[in-house]
């Protein structure tokens, strides 16, 4: 063994150049790590002959494998994934492109993603385009670079159509949309019900004896936000509430735009006494801004959200809100594509799953006792 380190430090030090930095003359093979080339070199063998042999390649002999492991743990080396995949034409990597991941809902997707896809054995890259369709596009650029196995995509607020994926189709790199999709049946994509969900709040706001339910309505030119719209004005309907629209303020569902909604809402006479938001972002400013009135939760406003973000069970009173099973909706997202992987991506019909939100009531628009 002591002869094997002593030749494994004669090679660091002859392929130092290779290394691209100088050896730490008392930890001579820290901090360094050798190419393939130069295990190629050290040991008189071709680069092909190395590579068989880390993969263990059956026809090397196990000798030679045998001395490529150890020289290859003497000299720290590692494998350039990237380098395989261009080799290969396709990696062990699933591209991930998110608006973003500082919120629970969508961390938790990627929880789900990450999950999953490493029990099938895969690495996953995850890019944030900052609800920017630009940014979006470069996030695309940089997963088709780096030949990621598979694409799973949750689109920007700014994203209006979904052209720039053109390309990924055309290479039959397997692609599924998740919670924010296209409107097109041509597409794979996993979602939530959110009809079903913004049903399930307004009705139960309903049956709380709310009266004139406000909404805050997100970016229609996405269908969650239009579904979640959607469920709102046919709950109403359906209870033989005529829908007003000055009771719908359109914003991107921030913080302050709950605020300011709240603001614009007190200005009507009479005044709402319930809001279901399209986001507990927006949900949380309304929360706020009632208590600076010295407005109470639910006696004055009663308050319903969406997403279950994690500080609504944190907030004073707890706010109610739609859970997406955003876990699970990522686990669906990976399963879907390992099936199209398993299969030729060009003739994978495209397909959608569907999954049912749970509505969670908490305090904030509880005016009723629950029934026994």
């Given at each position: 063994m002591g002869r094997l380190r002593n030749f494994a430090r004669a090679v660091a030090y002859r392929l130092r150049v290779s290394f691209h930095q100088p050896l730490n003359p008392r930890f001579p093979l820290a901090r360094n790590t050798a190419s393939i080339s130069?295990?190629?070199?050290?040991l008189d063998l071709s680069v092909s002959t190395i590579s068989r042999a880390l993969s263990d390649h059956p026809g090397i002999s196990d000798a030679t494998k045998k001395r490529v492991w150890?020289?290859?743990?003497?000299?720290?080396?590692?494998?350039?994934?990237?380098?395989?995949?261009?080799?290969?034409?396709?990696?062990n990597l699933l591209g991930v492109i998110v608006p973003h991941i500082d919120g629970h809902?969508?961390?938790?997707?990627?929880?789900?993603?990450?999950?999953?896809?490493?029990?099938?054995?895969?690495?996953?890259?995850?890019?944030?385009?900052?609800?920017?369709v630009r940014h979006e596009r470069q996030n695309l650029e940089t997963l088709l670079n780096a030949q990621v196995a598979g694409i799973l995509v949750s689109l920007a607020r700014t994203t209006q159509d979904d052209k720039h994926f053109d390309k990924v189709r055309k290479r039959g790199i397997p692609l599924v949309f998740f919670d924010r999709v296209p409107d097109s049946p041509a597409v794979s994509a996993v979602v939530i019900d959110d009809y079903?969900?913004?049903?399930?709040?307004?009705?139960?706001?309903?049956?709380?004896?709310?009266?004139?339910?406000?909404?805050?309505?997100?970016?229609?030119?996405?269908?969650?936000?239009?579904?979640?719209?959607q469920g709102y004005l046919d709950a109403l309907r359906h209870a033989g509430r005529p829908a007003d629209e000055s009771l719908v303020l359109y914003s991107d569902l921030c913080v302050e735009d709950g605020r300011a909604g709240v603001r614009q809402l007190l200005r009507q006479q009479p005044a709402p006494d319930a809001i279901f938001s399209a986001s507990d972002f927006a949900l949380v400013g309304a929360?706020?801004?009632?208590?600076?009135?010295?407005?109470a939760v639910p006696q004055d406003m009663a308050l319903v959200g969406f997403s279950n973000e994690s500080f609504t069970s944190f907030?004073?009173?707890?706010?109610?809100?739609?859970?997406?099973?955003?876990?699970?909706?990522?686990?669906?997202?990976?399963?879907?594509?390992?099936?199209?992987?398993?299969?030729?991506?060009?003739?994978?019909?495209?397909?959608?799953?569907?999954?049912?939100?749970?509505?969670?009531?908490?305090?904030?628009?509880?005016?009723?006792?629950?029934?026994?």
């Open positions: 130069d295990l190629a070199k050290a150890q020289l290859a743990r003497s000299l720290n080396y590692q494998p350039n994934h990237l380098a395989s995949a261009l080799r290969k034409g396709r990696s809902f969508f961390m938790t997707v990627v929880k789900g993603i990450e999950a999953l896809a490493t029990k099938a054995g895969f690495s996953i890259l995850i890019c944030q385009s900052n609800e920017d079903q969900g913004a049903y399930q709040a307004t009705q139960h706001l309903l049956d709380q004896g709310c009266g004139r339910i406000a909404h805050f309505a997100g970016p229609q030119h996405l269908n969650i936000y239009r579904h979640r719209r929360l706020k801004e009632l208590k600076a009135q010295g407005l907030t004073d009173p707890l706010l109610s809100s739609v859970d997406q099973g955003s876990e699970q909706l990522g686990q669906s997202a990976v399963r879907l594509l390992l099936e199209m992987l398993e299969d030729e991506p060009a003739r994978f019909a495209p397909r959608r799953t569907v999954l049912q939100p749970t509505l969670l009531v908490r305090e904030s628009s509880l005016r009723r006792p629950p029934q026994a």
